[in-house]
């Protein structure tokens, strides 16, 4: 059971380069949602499904985009980086079956540098 | 959304106990939750509890909630080394799945 795999583990961009950071869950959850840490603010939201078809924006859109065709994947855009996206990226996905507890499971983060 | 905050660092001696606090603005606040951050890895969910709770305890580890002053902490009973990460206290509503974190706690263990 591998859980949320996120693809690259590492990567370096030149400013203006675009790439897809890739995010991949085998729980059949059908929420799912993309969290950037930076030193001291802890986690914020970039953008979240509540399941394929459905995508919204999160606390901190600019600059990414997203798509959810099938329930196990949730890629993550870049268009155009600059440096201020440096940062260190984290999937997350749970069920919305049980209400009542609704524990998110994190990936291991792609850890991204713009130059 | 809300606003969560907490202390930044923590150091403690092992064997002793770790209190980790976090403070939370929105009373809406259903479910509360405590995730551990090792070094190079994702998070881990370490407890949870819910509005309607004022104490939950689970092998080491406490939390307490005090509703009024929208006040959360994490107990760590005989910290350990490995006890050694960042914890974040984060908090959701009971209609959004969407988690609002604090900025992390570092928790350091010494000898």
Known sequence: ?115 | GEDVEQSLFLSVREGDSSVINCTYTDSSSTYLYWYKQEPGAGLQLLTYIFSNMDMKQDQRLTVLLNKKDKHLSLRIADTQTGDSAIYFCAGARSNDYKLSFGAGTTVTVRA
Not at chain 1, 22 to 42: I, K, L
Not at chain 1, 61 to 85: H, K
Not at chain 1, 93 to 108: I, N
Request: charged share 15%.
């Open chain 1, 1 to 115: 059971n591998a859980g949320v795999t996120q693809t690259p583990k590492f990567q370096v961009l030149k400013t203006g380069q675009s790439m897809t950071l890739q995010c991949a869950q085998d729980m059949n959850h059908e929420y799912m949602s993309w969290y950037r840490q930076d030193p001291g603010m802890g986690l914020r939201l970039i953008h979240y499904s509540v399941g394929a078809g459905i995508t919204d924006q999160g606390e901190v859109p600019n600059g990414y985009n997203v798509s959810r065709s099938t329930t196990e994947d949730f890629p993550l855009r870049l268009l155009s980086a600059a440096p201020s996206q440096t940062s260190v990226y984290f999937c997350a996905s749970c069920s919305s079956a049980d209400r009542a507890y609704q524990p998110q499971h994190f990936g291991d983060g792609t850890r991204l540098s713009i130059l």
